[in-house]
């Protein structure tokens, strides 16, 4: 199983990223896909949630209405959409799946919100 994360950079408060996660090593439509964040200091946490047909989603209290989860089964790819940013969103941002008990990380993008 790998993960590879990419489109985290420097963005100015209320612009926008869009990050993605290329999978591969498993077939990618069976599994839900999830991702994290960790900021300095902070422990990791949960950002969003999709399932594996993509038709139900969740988010924390913090990034909803402005952060979208979407997949790309063809594509084997997972996004996250981040709009309105915010200094607070600064982390780096991972990509999760679990596969029969067994946990998956990518290596992370870094995202900073900074004027």
């Known amino acids: 199983v790998q993960l590879v994360e990419s489109g985290g950079g420097l963005v100015q408060p209320g612009g926008s990223l869009r990050l993605s996660c290329a999978a591969s090593?498993?077939?990618?439509?069976?599994?839900?896909m999830n991702w994290y964040r960790q900021a300095p200091g902070k422990v990791r946490e949960l950002v969003a949630v999709l399932t594996s047909a993509g038709g139900s989603t969740n988010y924390a209290d913090s990034v909803k209405g402005r952060f979208t989860i979407s997949r790309d089964n063809a594509k084997n790819t997972v996004y996250l959409q981040m709009n309105s940013l915010k200094p607070e969103d600064t982390a780096v941002y991972y990509c999760?799946?679990?596969?029969?008990?067994?946990?998956?990380w990518g290596q992370g993008t870094q995202v900073t919100v900074s004027s």
């Open positions: 090593g498993f077939t990618f439509s069976n599994y839900g």
């Open positions: 999760n799946l679990y596969i029969r008990g067994s946990e998956y």
